[in-house]
């Protein structure tokens, strides 16, 4: 198994969308409700627009595409979104890998903590965040279930305003 982390091109958005659509359909179905969910609703126009303006690292494993993770970088913050493996090869590795890749690209820009939200109600995916030494800072039922912001500081202590993804 060869696998390979690259930043995406936007030849790469179709990949996204299918890896998307694969891995947000099953929280969906875990989470038990649909129509909440945004990933789903995201043309490729959106995935492209997101390839220009944030990092897009695509996870490929033999050379076919199977993980993707986002993130924006504001200042010594960094927003981790639209991160997701595509369900037949969960437990891989692959994603520990994309969430190690993007520690230290925002080490390398000095990013003090990244952020994300995700199901509270996932233990398995708050387990996985937990393991990569993140915690959950907050949680709120903006989106119809319970979301919780997790952190993870990559500097303490923890000089960084949350703000500008509280209500992402």
């Given amino acids: 198994m060869v696998v390979d982390?690259?930043?995406?091109?936007?030849?790469?958005a179709e990949a996204i969308q299918e890896i998307m659509q694969d891995a947000f359909h099953k929280y969906?179905?875990?989470?038990?409700?649909?129509?909440?969910?945004?990933?789903?609703?995201?043309?490729?126009?959106?995935?492209?627009?997101d390839i220009e303006k944030k990092t897009v690292l695509v996870g490929f494993v033999d050379g076919?595409?199977?993980?993707?993770?986002?993130?924006?970088?504001m200042g010594d913050l960094a927003y981790l979104s639209r991160f997701g493996?595509?369900?037949?090869?969960?437990?891989?590795?692959?994603?520990?890998?994309?969430?190690?890749?993007?520690?230290?690209?925002?080490r390398e820009q000095?990013?003090?903590a990244i952020a994300l939200h995700t199901s509270s109600r996932m233990f398995g995916l708050i387990r996985f965040y937990y393991g990569h030494g993140y915690f959950i800072h907050s949680t709120d039922e903006s989106?119809?279930?319970?979301r919780a912001l997790l952190v993870h500081e990559l500097e303490m202590p923890g000089n960084y305003d949350l703000a500008p993804v509280m209500n992402r």
């Fill in 5 to 12: 982390i690259k930043e995406a091109t936007p030849a790469d």
């Fill in 28 to 49: 969906e179905r875990d989470l038990g409700m649909t129509g909440h969910v945004k990933a789903l609703q995201e043309t490729m126009e959106d995935i492209r627009r």
């Fill in 64 to 73: 076919v595409a199977v993980g993707s993770v986002r993130v924006e970088i």
């Fill in 85 to 106: 493996v595509r369900s037949a090869i969960t437990k891989s590795g692959i994603g520990g890998m994309l969430i190690d890749r993007v520690e230290v690209l925002c």
């Fill in 110 to 112: 000095s990013v003090r």
């Fill in 143 to 146: 989106r119809g279930y319970i």
